[in-house]
């Protein structure tokens, strides 16, 4: 059974850094792109980037690039999320999911980020 | 970069009506490369429905995906009442995927 069990929740400050996690199990972690979704308060669906974790090969949405890190470690079956400098307008739930071709088929629990000072 | 427009915002309607939802694409989208998502309250998506309109495991048959180009429709045969969420369609090419925002389905 496919499982992405992502990290908990986290309250941080603007100009924080942070880094969240998901581990996948019940299927080929290295040879499948994982991703994640971004879900502000009340909103849509928001494509973030994807990560291959076999040669950590990573595509990022025009709209977020720059702003987020996306990382994989092969050996623990683990994609993570990266911010380096939070802001208030981070806040939101984010889900990390398996992208099997053109389908996003198995998502995470979400971690909800929230920043405030 | 395709922008999907998704109508209406908000459909209103009762238990055992018939649903039908738009997903419209700024440019030409492959069928293979179109899917639907079901989100409830409080949970993450589900992947209901990929290329256009092949059914994901575990999905009832009142579901159905069908559309070419740029014009795609989600169809719900029959309301129960845990239809009642919201949907989204999702797009993939160039090695980027791009979602609409989102039709909410609500009980009339």
């Known amino acids: 059974e496919v499982q992405l069990e992502q990290s908990g929740a986290e309250v941080k400050k603007p100009g924080e850094s942070l880094k969240i996690s998901c581990k996948g199990s019940?299927?080929?972690?290295?040879?499948?792109?994982i991703g994640w979704v971004r879900q502000m308060p009340g909103k849509g669906l928001e494509w973030m980037g994807i990560?291959?974790?076999?040669?950590?090969?990573?595509r990022y949405s025009p709209s977020l690039q720059g702003q987020v890190t996306i990382s994989a470690d092969k050996s623990i079956n683990t994609a993570y999320l990266q911010w380096s400098s939070l802001k208030a307008s981070d806040t939101a739930m984010y889900y990390c999911?398996?992208?099997?071709?053109?389908?996003?088929?198995?998502w995470g629990q979400g971690t909800l980020v929230t920043v405030s000072s | 970069e395709i922008v999907l427009t998704q109508s209406p915002g908000t459909l209103s309607l009762s238990p055992g009506e018939r649903a039908t939802l738009s997903c419209r694409a700024s440019?030409?989208?492959?069928?293979?490369?179109l899917a639907w998502y079901q989100q409830r309250p409080g949970q993450a998506p589900r992947l209901l429905i990929y290329?256009?309109?092949s059914r994901a495991t575990g999905i009832p048959d009142r579901f159905s995906g069908s559309g070419s180009g740029t014009d795609f429709t989600l169809t719900i045969s029959r309301l129960e009442p845990e239809d009642f969420a919201v949907y989204y369609c999702q797009q993939y090419g160039s090695s980027l995927y791009s979602f609409g925002q989102g039709t909410k389905l609500e009980i009339k």
């Open positions: 999911a398996r992208h099997y071709g053109a389908k996003i088929d198995y």
């Open positions: 990560i291959y974790p076999s040669d950590s090969d990573t």
């Open positions: 019940g299927y080929r972690f290295t040879t499948n792109w």
């Open positions: 440019q030409s989208v492959s069928s293979s490369y």
């Open positions: 290329g256009a309109s």
